[in-house]
């Protein structure tokens, strides 16, 4: 029998008892190991929700009867016959389904025998009848058992967290601080904007309150008040408030720039268009010599702001240290691919082929052969650049896989020689012509709309707009829900030239997403760029900016409204205001225009001559430098 106790000598002293692991249910399964294993459970655990209290009562005793007999779990233990009673009749009170009596006998067992499993078993039987109440008074029996356990302390706070305990909850957090060693207290910080990120809805506005509680005494201490002033600055984060996240930011870093957690934060900003926040990544990584990652994402970011000269510069420092840094060299590689400097793009790529082999071939990476396929598709990409077809094809055979983006590779390549109609027939496939979006499963709707785009997509590619028009259209036509599919079809009209037609799309698109806040903002930049119908046009932009209050490039097309209006103090207000926000070229040259029109051409050529030097492509900038006479040497 699964569940039998193995009695000894009549002595009154059991030996062994063998438990079902269906007696005891998993209580921390699920829980990540983010941490490490010592801590694995503690906080990253710690999101037990309030529906918890609703599980099945019969959820454990049915899962007990068919648990094989090698699923048994031993454990050695001295029972007297009081709790040895106890245990047992907890436990057939529980298989009864009378989970509240169970809960009697095991609360006792566990506070006559100190026993942290029955503890945990007591605290499981009265989430299991709904007790948050009982669930509490065990798990706070428990720590005053064993003030110093970890676990014990973890427990509270997952059944703080369920009950929704705001008090429970910091009280937990700080003690669990209290009694980790140094590491344990850093990774603890670490963790807790993740942990409070799981807070139930009705406490998820005093997370912030409840951090700064738990985190009051590591906030005074030298040795952590960065890694705290960091966890605090990722939770306003999480809840949109850049600013002050910047304010915990700029605490973090007068305590110690160089510190991990400041740079993450910093980083992580940055990520989010906070430009206030790249000083403090740089000094970070000025001070951070021996970590060449922080650099590197860095770099990384540079890129997707196509700042690619600055993000080159990082990434050939980067390289100085961290010569075998494979992702380094691949996103080098593109860099230099998107430069037309291809010679530099082939050698970078192959040198990221051949250090992935090596490191692949010691073992120093997991089995998706990643960093390996990018290459290749770089590879590829330069070699069609450079007319060289076939070498193009051996490098997407190499791919192995013939995916979406090999796929779209392949098309290309055929429209390059002059074979446009075969590329948009090998894009499209059967997916296209022989299952009907509207009959298809749900796998089959998502490769067919897969299919869609890439064809869109590729008449773009081939300058065919009209056709990626109407391509656009029939998408539309077969997943009429999508409202980013009608948005696109808008601005593919703003490119053709069809004011009216872009016009008739973004209103059909308001009055069917009445809270789609770019197609406010869009009717409106397009109204006031076109110099029509200003005051509409401002009435649009207002409603976008109700709707996101601190998109910057809405509030960019405000302070280009009131340009237009004649509005110009008001107008670099909202500019300035958004180019804080965001150090965004076309912010940039927008701003740069009004304080040239107010006399201000110093001032003018600054701002735009450090936005041509971070941004030295941008055709808006280019414009509108040229079409000011602005002299920028």
Known sequence: MANSFLIAPPSGTLRTVRWSAGVWPSIWSGLGSGLCLRLGWVLLGAALTSSAWASDPQQDATSAKDQPEDAQVVMNS??????FYQILAGEIAARNNEVTLGFRFLSAAAKSSGDALLYERAIQMAIQGGSGDAAWGAASQWVKAEPNSLKAQAMLLRVAIATKRSQGISDALTRIISIGNDAEKRDL???????LKRLPSELATQAEAIADASLKQVKADPRFASSAWSAIGFLRLQAKNKDKALDALNKARNNDVADIDTG????AL???GASAAEPVVVAHIAAQTNDPKPRFQYARLLYLENRTTAALAQLNQVLLSA????PAWLLSAQIYHQQADFDKAQANAKQALILNAQQRASGQQGRADTYGRQAKLLLADVAQANGLWAESGRWLDEVGSEDEAVLYRRAVLLGKQGREDEAIALIQGPALTESPAENASDADADAIKSRMQLTVRLFREFKRLDDAYLATQAMIAAFPDDAELLYGQAMLADQLGRPAEMERLLRELIQREPDYEHAYNALGY????????????QALIEKALTLSPNDPL???SLGWAYFRQGRLDLAAQTLERAYAIKQDPEIAAHLGEVRWVQGKTAVAIQLVREAIARYPDNAVLKATVKRLGMPLQ
């Not at 001295?78 to 709790?83: G, I, K, Q, V």
């Not at 910080?189 to 942990?195: F, L």
């Not at 010569?323 to 494979?326: H, I």
Request: charged residues 30%; hydrophobic residues 40%; proline residues 5%.
């Open 554 to 556: 809405i509030t960019d």
């Open 270 to 272: 940055f990520e989010q």
């Open 189 to 195: 910080i670490r963790a807790m904007p993740s942990t």
């Open 264 to 267: 993450r934060l910093a980083l």
């Open 323 to 326: 010569p075998t840094l494979v």
């Open 78 to 83: 001295t029972l007297d016959d009081r709790l």
């Open 526 to 537: 397009s109204l006031v760029d076109r110099g029509e119908r200003l005051q509409e046009a």
